[in-house]
């Protein structure tokens, strides 16, 4: 009889220690689970996959939409001025301080404008000329718009002035 106690404490004490483990594996299930549906408190293991699903969906249209911006936003500033060149210099013999200009304004192809401002000693005079792929559109251009523009096309220089 005293055997059979100690063999019944002895299945009680196996069987409540399996009961223990059990309680700690299911323990940390459940915050496993909690992890996988994103905190809310789901209990069935298929809604907090769906869940994940769903999230990973709207993710990848979120990541799609940023796409397409990002490639909208890379043509505008392709088309953007980008480059900009400045040669100042004296139109006339008797005229100094380097007073008039020649600023060339272009994007990445080296399309937009070259602006040239001539001093005198009672006006100045402002021209605009377009310019396309680093050529003037608007005719013959003089040696100092000329320069503006390859200072402006010079991958090598940020700020581009020459006097």
């Given at each position: 009889?005293?055997?059979?106690?100690?063999?019944?404490?002895?299945?009680?004490?196996?069987?409540?220690?399996?009961?223990?483990?059990?309680?700690?594996?299911?323990?940390?299930?459940?915050?496993?689970?909690?992890?996988?549906?994103?905190?809310?408190?789901?209990?069935?293991?298929?809604?907090?996959?769906?869940?994940?699903?769903?999230?990973?969906?709207?993710?990848g249209q979120i990541v799609a939409a940023l796409d397409t911006?990002?490639?909208?936003?890379?043509?505008?500033?392709?088309?953007?001025?980008?480059?900009?060149?400045?040669?100042?210099?004296?139109?006339?013999a008797d005229m100094g301080g380097h007073l008039s200009f020649?600023?060339?304004?272009?994007?990445?192809?080296?399309?937009?404008?070259?602006?040239?401002?001539?001093?005198?000693?009672?006006?100045?005079?402002?021209?605009?000329?377009?310019?396309?792929?680093?050529?003037?559109?608007?005719?013959?251009?003089?040696?100092?718009?000329?320069?503006?523009?390859?200072?402006?096309?010079?991958?090598?220089?940020?700020?581009?002035?020459?006097?």
């Amino acid at each position: 009889m005293t055997i059979a106690l100690v063999v019944i404490g002895l299945v009680g004490a196996a069987a409540l220690a399996v009961a223990a483990f059990a309680l700690v594996r299911l323990s940390r299930l459940q915050r496993r689970l909690t992890i996988l549906s994103g905190g809310r408190d789901e209990s069935d293991f298929v809604e907090a996959v769906a869940f994940q699903v769903e999230t990973t969906q709207n993710l990848g249209q979120i990541v799609a939409a940023l796409d397409t911006r990002v490639g909208q936003l890379r043509n505008a500033l392709a088309a953007a001025v980008q480059r900009v060149g400045v040669v100042r210099y004296d139109a006339f013999a008797d005229m100094g301080g380097h007073l008039s200009f020649s600023a060339a304004f272009l994007d990445e192809n080296g399309t937009g404008l070259v602006l040239t401002c001539i001093n005198g000693r009672t006006d100045a005079r402002v021209y605009a000329k377009g310019v396309k792929a680093g050529r003037g559109e608007d005719g013959p251009l003089s040696e100092e718009e000329s320069a503006a523009i390859a200072l402006a096309m010079d991958p090598d220089h940020v700020h581009h002035e020459m006097v």
